[in-house]
């Protein structure tokens, strides 16, 4: 019995941690095959002048002999003909794509070096489904964190050479600011292996290389949880407990926390939520701005490899459902085939347009532009977080069934003040 070994599975899961490399690979092979194509299929014997120079050359029918060899000499110069015209044709599609993929490459790339600019709080808002989570968590958070890393590393370094001057100048400021940015930096380091340094989160985040964010709680906010300095605090859904229905009820501690969020850890704090005005006053009095979120579209997908595909997975699903194949070999080939799937997933990018305006309930734009990320994102995310909080995902499923088009008084109902169904009456 045909199995997969264990470092077959390790190589499929690596294959999925390179977006950028799975991009260039699908479209940069074509082109290079084409090219090749129209080379060795090149009518080297009529020059170089005209691809079609040999197709209008009318004296091969005067030199016309019923000779097997020049039939086949014919045929073959027929057959080459038309290779090299649609290696041509491709080539030029294919050479297309890899300019395109290219461009949008360092697009992705250029503005992962500075996507907030000096901006430290900022709120992602939109309809579910825009790519609020992917685009903040996935991608942002990501790279906002890795630059703060690296800053939080420079100035570490930089400063602990002056600490002896420090305290010969009696500076106990500077002193205790560099033992808080020391305790930062020796923490995150100890664990930089296995957790991503400068990223607290409220949902579970994981980058290319494995390693999950921190876990932002209640207690950060409040104080009671010190964050190292520098960090990026990400809150996915803000508005599920720093609403606008905490604003009147949010204790000192916590409004300080925003209020203050430079002043405490130069921290940067990403939310998400689905209404620019869904987050507390205390938190919209200090964002930079609101990045409003329109649709996501996925561009350069692989639709030719998908269409061969998805005729595979519909042969495969045919025959299982016929019996045709065994247990043991349809979870080989279902294996295969749910990496073949996500491979696919990882070759394009997302490109999602976006607004900049501004907070505290002022809509005014002030810039707007389009997000280029790679298809997969920067970081691994499980696009239903929340499901666990859905109250009904451990009971029974039992529907009810529509029996008729008409809509009957039992059909209708309200909900009363103790959110109790109740019949809706006249």
Known sequence: ??????????????????????????????????????????????????????????????????????????VFWLVALVVQIVALVFFI???????????????????????????RVVTLTGVPGCGKTF?????????????????LKSDYFLQHGMVTRWKLEGNTDAI???????????????REARYIPCLVSTIPLRDLLGRFSYVMTPEVEAQVTRVPEYSVLFKDESGLDSGASRSRDMSLAEQATYRFIRHFGDFTLINTDQRETGNAVQIRGVTDYNINLQRQETIMAPN????????????????????????????????????????????????????????????????RGTYIFPRRGMADYDGRTWWKMYQAKDKPIDLATWETLLVGEDEVRVRDQDDKPKRRTA
């Not at 900049?356 to 002022?362: D, L, M, R, T």
Request: aromatic content about 20%; proline content about 2%; some cysteine.
């Open 1 to 74: 019995m045909k199995t997969h070994s264990d470092e077959w599975f390790a190589r499929q899961q690596a294959r999925l941690l390179e977006p950028y490399k799975n991009t260039r690979r699908y479209n940069y092979i074509p082109a290079v095959v084409f090219v090749a194509a129209y080379f060795v299929t090149k009518d080297y014997y009529h020059g170089w002048q005209n691809l079609l120079y040999s197709f209008l050359d009318v004296s091969i029918f005067f030199r016309w002999r019923w000779e097997v060899s020049f039939i086949a000499d014919v």
């Open 93 to 119: 599609k294919t050479f297309v794509n890899v300019v395109r993929c290219k461009y949008y490459e360092n697009v992705a790339r250029v503005q992962a070096m500075d996507y907030l600019g000096s901006a």
């Open 135 to 151: 685009s903040g968590g996935a991608n942002i958070a990501i790279a906002v964190a890795a630059s703060r890393w690296a800053k």
């Open 176 to 190: 205790e600011k560099f033992a808080a940015l020391e305790e930062s930096y020796i923490y995150y380091a100890e």
């Open 304 to 367: 030719f490899a998908w269409k061969i595909f998805q005729k595979q997975k519909n042969r495969y699903f045919r025959r299982l459902q016929e019996g045709k194949i065994s247990r043991e070999k349809a979870q080989y080939i279902g294996e295969k085939y749910f990496y073949r799937e996500k491979y696919l997933e990882t070759i394009g990018f997302r490109k999602i347009p976006y607004t900049h305006g501004g907070a505290n309930g002022q809509g005014t734009v002030f810039d």
